[in-house]
């Protein structure tokens, strides 16, 4: 904290506090309190924070590899899925990679509920009757050559927005949309 407040005071600013981070009617400062109070659980709280944090690091390493090795994202904002190698993923990496590439192409910000993204898995790894299906905003379509096309839902989309010449609109959460004066 004296850090953050030498760093506000040198850009002409001052420290506000504020009042609830001391009410222990919030949860968040009894268990604050608790934790400083419980001699050595704070740093066996930041061990397993630290270990948690290279664990994510090391599976978003690993779905963006088995991204680059099974997805083609079109510029127009559709995906295909090779279904041969998502086949060979381990499901934790498989649901990984399924729930961001449509959270991506179906303009989300949080992913599909795990539940959801373990049936489409499922149903698009090893049904062999599987023809499509929707998730998080994205029809999923099994084509020809083994592959899944992964395209925007046409549902709940974005009301049109009309664009002004040098103002980039965000349309879907997924495209920059701009109008240049330039011919």
Known sequence: RES??????????SWIEDVSNNDEAFTRVRVRRAIAAAP????????VAEVAGRA????????????ACCVHVHPAGFARLNLHA????PNHLARLLLARLTASVGGRESLAKRESVVRAQNAI???????????SGCRLIHTKG?????CREDRNLPIPESIQL???VVWDNRFVISVSSDR
């Open 4 to 13: 953050l407040r030498v760093l506000l005071g040198e850009n002409g600013l």
């Open 40 to 47: 050595g659980v704070s740093s066996r709280l930041n061990m």
């Open 56 to 67: 994510r690091a090391v599976m978003e390493a690993a779905t963006a590899a088995a991204g």
């Open 86 to 89: 998502f086949r060979a993923l």
């Open 125 to 135: 790894a090893w049904d062999p009757e599987w023809r499509g299906l929707t998730l």
């Open 146 to 150: 083994d592959q899944v096309l992964i």
């Open 166 to 168: 040098e103002s980039p």
